[in-house]
């Protein structure tokens, strides 16, 4: 299964476009709220050990290894990105799901990682209240604050995994 254009538009519409510069010419990497340097629609950057790049102070790095710079490169960086997610899934999810809870459970997995606990429920049928209330209440913070965003993208991606 493939992420549809629904659950990209929810990726997308979350992570939105980075530009950390708007003084200069194309896209600028752009620390997100916990300070990890990022690029395109969300993408970490990472050192030369594989690190996440982190912190004002390496804002000269980050801009000298963007790879991203253009909207057609964000694009295509996102959609090779999703791959690894999707695998992700596919790998975890072991029951019959629907493409609007494969795309939420994509979405959900870009933002987080995945969650060993989301997959349990989901693969266990756990009933809607328990999977709902997971969504909404999990992985709303970042540097040990509740963010309004995150509370908005896991309210969606609830939304998203119930719709038919």
Do not use: C
């Not at 929810?10 to 600028?28: A, N, R």
């Not at 709220?33 to 102070?57: Q, S």
């Amino acid at each position: 299964m493939r992420t549809s254009q629904k659950g990209i538009d929810l990726i997308k519409e979350f992570e939105s476009l980075h530009d950390g510069d708007l003084k200069k010419p194309g896209l600028q990497p752009n620390m997100d709220p916990v300070g990890i340097w990022t690029e395109g629609y969300g993408r970490a950057m990472r050192d030369d050990k594989g690190n996440f790049l982190r912190g004002a102070g390496n804002k000269a790095i980050a801009e000298k290894i963007a790879t991203i710079h253009t909207g057609k490169e964000a694009e295509d960086a996102l959609k090779q990105d999703l791959q690894v997610y999707e695998n992700i899934v596919a790998k975890k999810i072991k029951v019959p799901i629907t493409q609007n809870q494969f795309d939420a459970l994509v979405s959900h997995t870009y933002n987080t990682g995945g969650s060993d606990g989301l997959f349990k429920l989901v693969n266990d049928r756990a009933p809607s209240a328990a999977i709902r209330n997971w969504f909404i209440t999990k992985y709303i913070t970042a540097g040990g604050k509740v963010l309004n965003g995150l509370i908005r993208r896991r309210k969606a991606e609830a939304d998203l995994f119930f719709s038919m």
